[in-house]
Structure formats: C-alpha cells, structure tokens
C-alpha cells in the first residue's frame, strides 16, 4: 500500500529553470525521503528529513517538510538536462525496522 | 559505497518455471527488500528481512518466497512463475531507520 502520493505526476521544464515537487501522506511519520530513478535503473537516495525537521539542503537540493499538512516538497534548482528523471518520496512510519512506503513518483523531463 | 548487487539484469522464464532473482550487498546491513515495480503502480513491497533467516511479508507476497540464510545475500523465489509477475524487481538493503540502497535491478519477463 503506496503512502505517499507524488503531485505532479509529470513535469516537462527547460534547462536553467526550478522544479518543484509535492508529497503528501496520510499518517504519522518518523522521517521521510526523496529518491531519485533514471530511467531502467534502481533508485538512488537524495536526502532523509526527520519528522521534527523543516528544511534541509544538499546542493542544488532543497526538501521541506510540513509534518501539520503532512507533505513535503522536493526543490530543484537550476536544474539541468541530467536531471531528468522519476522521484520518489518515501515515508517511514516508524513501525516495521524502517520499512519505506513509497509514493508512484513525479516523471521531470528537463530539456536542453 | 555501499553495493547492492542483483544476479540478473534481464531474466526470461516460461510459464511454471521456478525462478531464484539473487541479491547481495557488501555493507552489513540488516535490512533487506524485495519490491517490484509496475508502471502507474510505482513500487509495491514483496517481502523483507530485518535479520538471517528472519522474513516478513509486505504488500504482495502471494506466489513469491524468500530466503535469508547468510547477512549479505537476499534471494526472491517464483515458485511457478505466471505471466503476472512479468515485471522489475529491485533489491535494496539498509541500517535501520536509514536510506535504502537499491540494486540495479532484474526485468523479468515470463511468457
């Protein structure tokens, strides 16, 4: 059973722009996660927040979390055509030995 | 780096075969999954352990079994493969409570 739930499913930008992506969930969470799958290939891990963080930053990375909304959004700026890609969020309910809950992911297509 | 690393890139088996999808990963975690991935259903939890010979189901486990005899390996069994379960399958492995580290991995298709 998915937890998360990505919006948009799809999102078609050009090289140099931002691209903003949105999880929402349903229940109470211990942390939760953004990954990243180029096309035919596993998932790679972006960045971890914790229930009790509201922002975190790597590179051109930004997450933020809303644990009273419950979702998140995935920032990425001045992306590039290598961004292209699926993300995934994933929730950690904090019950099962860090099981995941992942949502059916956001298709970005960044063009040159 | 961790590497999580799947026997298989692409597997064609015929229908009734049993079929072994192996895993193996080199940084001693304790967590490993199997999940499938199906286009618009995005990733669907088949089984996990948290421990050697230790399972768990997760979402959809029917047809599927696992074996966990040795930390680093993580085997997903087809018993009698159909043609539903046509689909990627993607080991992963973690510390608890932490990022998961996929494989690469296996697109099977049973005809």
């Known amino acids: 059973s998915q937890q998360g739930e990505e919006d948009p499913q799809a999102l078609s930008i050009q090289e140099g722009e931002n691209a903003t992506m949105n999880c929402s969930y349903k229940?109470?969470?211990?942390?939760l996660q953004w990954y990243r799958q180029n096309s035919g290939r596993g998932l790679v891990h972006l960045i971890l927040?914790?229930?009790?963080?509201r922002e975190k930053h790597s590179g051109r990375l930004r997450v933020t979390l809303d644990t009273s909304k419950k979702s998140s959004s995935l920032l990425i700026t001045a992306s590039r055509a290598a961004d292209t890609a699926s993300y995934f969020c994933?929730?950690?309910?904090?019950?099962?030995?860090?099981?995941?809950?992942f949502g059916r992911g956001t298709q970005l297509t960044v063009w040159p | 780096d961790v590497k999580v690393t799947q026997s298989s890139r692409y597997l064609v088996k015929r229908t009734g075969e049993k079929v072994f999808l192996e895993c193996v990963q080199d940084?001693?975690?304790?967590?490993m999954f199997w999940y499938r991935q199906d286009p618009g259903l995005g990733l669907r939890l088949i089984y996990f352990?948290?421990?050697?010979?230790?399972?768990e189901k997760g979402d959809i486990p029917e047809g599927y079994s696992v074996s966990r005899e040795k930390k680093e390996r993580f085997s997903l069994i087809l018993e009698s493969a159909s043609t539903n379960q046509t689909s990627m399958y993607l080991c992963?492995?973690?510390?608890?409570?932490?990022?998961?580290?996929f494989g690469n991995g296996t697109r099977l298709t049973v005809t």
């Open positions: 927040i914790r229930s009790n963080e």
């Open positions: 994933a929730t950690d309910r904090g019950s099962t030995l860090g099981r995941l809950y």
């Open positions: 940084m001693d975690h304790e967590n």
């Open positions: 229940t109470s969470i211990n942390n």
């Open positions: 352990s948290y421990d050697v010979k230790m399972k």
């Open positions: 992963a492995s973690s510390r608890a409570r932490s990022a998961l580290h």
